[in-house]
C-alpha cells in the first residue's frame, strides 16, 4: 500500500519519483516556465483611396478618391479576374497580404492558457474549492522538475476507503502539445465535484492531468524546446543523439525566416549531393498542398518535404539531431517499438512513464482507465480476438471483452456525434499497456476532431408537421442578381469589411498600374486561402457570398461542418484540413509558402501548417468538449460493477450448536467483476467468499471459496453447515476483492 502523507511545503523540483503519492491540500505550488510573447504591428499600405478604419476593420468606401463612382469596366470578363484580387490587396494593410520574408512573426496565435503555472494554479484552485471531495497531491517529479499532478476524487469516508473503492483513473497530457486533453481533465474533475458528487460516494476517481508537463509549458508559452522557434513537438526534452555522432541536439529545426514559427521546407528538385530525395509533388488541385506522385498517371516526384532547418553540424543533413529523444507513448512496454525511433533507450526511460505504471501498480482498485490523447478506442472498437506473434499478447482486446466496448462505443457516438476519429498506433502506448498489461478496460479519445467529423443534431422540428413545433421558414437565400451586402473577411490578424461599390471603386484605381505591380498583386494573391480568393470575386461581381462563416460558436454546439461535396472521399486528410482552416478558422491554420534562399540548398519555399492547429481545438468549443467528456465519465462509473452479499434464506438450526447458512454474492452493477483480460493477466488476487469462522466450526462447505468474475446482474450462492462457538448470535459472511473492495454481512442466527 502506498503511504498518504501531506505534501510537504517545497518546490516540486525535489519530489522523488517513486509509487509513493504525496497529497497535499491548498498549497500553491511554484512553477519554472516563463511566458514570452512579441507582437509588431505594421503600417498599412497608403493609396489614394478612401478607407476607413475602426476597431473592427477597413471599409472600401463605394465612391473613388475624386468623389466620382467608379465605372465598372465593360466588355472584358478578364479585367475582372484580374483587378478584383488586387483592389482588395491594395487596399489592405501590407502585412496581410505581403509574400516577403516578414519582419515580425505572423502567425503567432494568442497563448492558450500561458501564463506561468498555469497547471500548479488550477489544481490548487480545485482543491481548495471542494476541499471534501477533491485532493491533490504528486506522482513524481518530470525530467525537468515539475510535479506530475495528482487529483484524487473521493465522497465522504475513511481515508483508507477512498484507495479501496473501486476507481476510474483519467490520465491526459502524455503528448505535450495535447493541451486540449490536459483543458479538458481539468475541467472534468470540477464538474464530476460540483454536478455529480453523488457517483463518488462509493467510486474514486483519480486524474493525472499533465504526464508530459515539460513540453505542456513550452506549448502553452508558444515556445520551441530550448527557447528555440514555436514547432510541433511532443516528446520529452531528454537530450537524445539522434544521428549517433557522439553529440547531442546540436542540429535541430531552425526558423529561417524569422516568422516565429518552424514549419515545412518544400524543395524542387534536389540535388544528389543534398542526401535529399524527391518524394512528394504540389498538388495541382490545391498548389498549398503536396502529395505522392500517383504511379498510375505516370506523374513524378519533383519536390523533398523536410522541417524547416539547415545543416548546423556539418555532416551534410539537414534538422536531423534537434532536442528531444523520447515520444512518451512508444516508451510502454506494450509491444515496445525497441528500433523506432521516439522508442526511448528502453521501456519506462522517462521518469514521467515511470511514475505512472508505479501509481497504477500501488492502486489495485483502478477498474478502468480513460485516457485523453492522440489515440481512439471508442469510435473505432479495437479488434477482437487477434494476437502477437506469440499468440498471448492481445493487438486489440479480448472477445469477451468486446461487449464492453462496443455499449461504450455507442454511448460515446451518442453524447459527441463524432462519426470517424485519427488514432495513433498503439505499439508502446499507455493506453495499450493498460489493457494488456495491466488488464482493465482501457479507453481512449483525442477528445476534439475536425467538425466534418462530427455528425449535425437531428432536428425535430424538421420532422413535425407545420404547426406547434413546426420550423420557421428559412429567409430567402440571395438571388444572384441581386448584389451582395457587406461582407466581413478574416485575413491574418486583419478583419476588412468589403462592398460591391467599394471594390469596384478600387478597381478604378488599380487599373493604371503597371504590368510590375500587377505581378505582384496576383502573387499575393494566391497566397490568400482559397475560400477567401472565391469570396472577394464573389463580392465584387456582385454575387451571393458563398462561404459567409456561421457565427461564432461559444460552448453549445459544435461547429457545422459545410456540405457534403461529390468528391469528398477522394480529398487527403491534408485537403480537409487546409478546407477546415479556410472556410471556419480564417485560414489561420496554414502559413503560406515563401520563397526562401536556402544556404546550402538554393531556392526552397517554407511554409505549410500551422503548429498545433490539427489537435487542439479553438478555445470557444472547450466548454462543450468538457461537457461531452463529463457526461461520458459519469456513465463510465455508472457501469462499475458492484458486489453486494446477501442472505436469500434465514439460517436453519439443525441440531444444538449446528447451524445451515447460505449467503449469495451478486454483482448488481452492469460490468463484470473482471475484463477478461484481467482475469487472463491474473495480476491479482481473485475474489474470495469466505465465512469468518474457525477452520474446525466449518462442518461442510469450503471456508474460504474462490469466485470467478460475475458477469452484470450475476450471482452465486454458497451454502455452510457451521458450528459457530457456544454463544454466537450471528455468523459473518465476507467477501473482498483487490479491485471492488470487501462486503460483509452478519447473518443471525435464530
Known amino acids: 500500500m502506498p503511504r498518504w502523507r501531506p505534501l510537504p511545503s517545497r518546490s516540486p523540483a525535489r519530489c522523488p519519483t517513486s509509487h509513493t503519492t504525496r497529497w497535499q491540500r491548498n498549497s500553491q505550488i511554484r512553477t519554472q516556465c516563463s511566458t514570452t510573447s512579441s507582437a509588431t504591428s ?11 478604419s475602426g476597431r ?34 491594395a487596399a489592405l494593410p501590407t502585412d496581410t497580404v505581403s509574400i516577403a520574408q516578414p519582419a515580425a512573426p505572423p502567425h503567432q496565435p494568442a497563448p492558450r492558457q500561458a501564463s506561468p503555472g498555469f497547471l ?40 483508507e476507503e477512498a484507495d479501496k473503492r473501486p476507481a476510474l483513473l483519467i490520465v491526459a497530457g502524455i503528448n505535450g502539445q495535447h493541451l486540449v486533453g490536459t483543458d479538458t481533465a481539468i475541467g472534468l474533475a470540477e464538474k ?6 453523488a457517483l463518488l460516494n462509493d467510486r474514486t476517481v483519480f486524474f493525472i492531468p499533465c504526464l508530459n508537463p515539460d513540453t505542456a509549458e513550452l506549448h502553452r508559452a508558444r515556445s ?38 518552424i514549419t515545412m521546407m518544400r524543395v524542387p528538385e534536389p540535388l544528389p549531393a543534398t542526401g535529399l530525395e524527391a518524394t512528394v509533388l504540389i498538388d495541382p488541385d490545391e498548389p498549398r498542398l503536396m502529395r505522392a506522385p500517383e504511379k498510375d498517371k505516370a506523374e513524378r516526384a519533383t519536390h523533398a518535404l523536410i522541417v524547416e532547418g539547415r545543416d548546423q ?8 539531431d534537434g532536442p528531444g529523444g523520447v515520444e512518451f507513448d512508444m516508451n510502454f512496454p506494450y509491444r515496445w517499438p525497441e528500433f523506432n525511433d521516439g522508442a526511448g533507450p528502453h521501456q519506462l526511460a522517462e521518469p514521467e512513464t515511470l511514475a505512472l505504471v508505479q501509481f497504477m501498480r500501488a492502486h489495485d482498485n483502478i477498474l478502468a482507465v480513460l485516457t485523453f490523447g492522440p489515440h481512439d478506442t471508442l469510435i473505432a472498437v479495437p479488434p477482437a480476438g487477434k494476437f502477437d506473434e506469440t499468440g498471448s499478447v492481445p493487438i486489440g482486446i ?54 466534418d467529423l462530427v455528425k449535425e443534431k437531428d432536428s425535430e422540428e424538421a420532422r413535425s408537421p407545420a404547426g406547434e413545433g413546426a420550423q420557421e421558414p428559412r429567409p430567402e437565400a440571395p438571388q444572384p442578381d441581386k448584389p451582395s451586402g457587406p461582407a466581413t473577411i478574416q485575413i491574418g490578424s486583419m478583419t476588412v469589411t468589403l462592398t460591391q461599390e467599394g471594390v469596384q471603386a478600387a478597381m478604378a484605381e488599380v487599373e493604371a498600374m503597371n504590368e510590375a505591380d500587377r505581378a505582384k498583386a496576383m502573387e499575393a494573391f494566391r497566397a490568400l486561402p482559397a475560400a477567401v480568393q472565391q469570396r472577394i470575386m464573389a463580392i465584387g461581381q456582385g454575387m451571393p457570398d458563398p462561404d459567409a462563416p456561421d457565427a461564432a ?14 468528391d469528398d472521399k477522394k480529398k487527403s486528410e491534408d485537403a480537409r484540413w487546409l478546407e477546415y482552416s479556410d472556410t471556419q478558422r480564417n485560414g489561420e491554420g496554414f502559413i503560406a509558402w515563401q520563397p526562401f534562399d536556402h544556404p546550402q540548398l538554393g531556392k526552397v519555399e517554407i511554409g505549410g501548417f500551422t503548429p498545433g492547429f490539427r489537435m487542439n481545438p479553438p478555445d470557444a468549443e472547450l466548454e462543450r468538449l468538457i461537457t461531452e467528456q463529463t457526461s461520458f465519465a459519469a456513465w463510465l462509473l455508472e457501469k462499475f460493477p458492484r458486489l453486494v452479499v446477501e442472505a436469500p434464506v434465514a439460517a436453519e438450526k439443525l441440531s444444538p450448536g449446528v447451524w445451515r447458512i447460505t449467503a449469495r454474492v451478486r454483482n448488481e452493477g452492469d460490468w463484470p467483476t473482471r475484463s477478461a483480460i484481467g482475469a487472463k493477466a491474473r495480476r491479482l488476487a481473485y475474489t474470495m467468499l469466505e465465512v469468518e469462522l474457525p477452520e474446525n466450526a466449518v462442518l461442510s462447505g469450503d471456508r474460504i471459496r474462490r469466485l470467478s468474475p460475475l458477469a452484470g446482474g450475476a450471482g452465486v450462492s454458497q451454502e455452510w453447515i457451521v458450528a459457530p462457538p457456544p454463544g454466537s448470535t450471528s455468523v459473518r459472511v465476507r467477501v473482498r476483492s483487490p479491485e471492488l473492495g470487501v462486503q460483509s454481512l452478519d447473518i443471525a442466527l435464530p
Open 398 to 451: 479480448e472477445n469477451d471483452d468486446k461487449p464492453v466496448y462496443e455499449k461504450a462505443s455507442e454511448h460515446f457516438k451518442e453524447l459527441t456525434r463524432i462519426t470517424s476519429s485519427p488514432s495513433a498506433p498503439l505499439e508502446g502506448s499507455f493506453v495499450g499497456w493498460a489493457y494488456a498489461h495491466f488488464g482493465v478496460y482501457s479507453f481512449s479519445t483525442p477528445v476534439w476532431v475536425r467538425p
Open 120 to 159: 500548479d494554479a488550477r489544481i490548487s484552485e480545485l482543491a481548495a474549492k471542494h476541499p471534501s471531495i477533491i485532493r491533490a497531491g504528486t506522482i513524481g517529479a518530470s525530467r525537468g522538475q515539475r510535479a506530475i499532478h495528482v487529483l484524487r476524487l473521493a465522497g465522504p469516508g475513511a481515508e
Open 56 to 89: 473592427t476593420g477597413v471599409m472600401l468606401s463605394a465612391r473613388s478618391p475624386g468623389n466620382r463612382r467608379a465605372e465598372q469596366p465593360r466588355g472584358r470578363c478578364m479585367t475582372w479576374t484580374r483587378l478584383l484580387p488586387m483592389a482588395l490587396l
Open 313 to 320: 553540424d556539418g555532416d551534410g543533413k539537414i534538422a536531423e
Open 224 to 261: 520551441g524546446p530550448g527557447g528555440g522557434a514555436y514547432r510541433d513537438f511532443s516528446r520529452s526534452q531528454s537530450p537524445d543523439d539522434a544521428d549517433r555522432d557522439g553529440r547531442f541536439d546540436e542540429d535541430g529545426p531552425v526558423d529561417l525566416n524569422g516568422d516565429g514559427v
Open 42 to 52: 505594421v503600417p498599412p499600405l497608403r493609396l489614394p483611396l478612401s478607407i476607413r
Open 553 to 566: 460558436h461559444v460552448g453549445g454546439e459544435a461547429p457545422k461542418s459545410p456540405p457534403a461535396k461529390k
Open 192 to 197: 464530476l465535484a460540483s454536478e455529480h458528487a
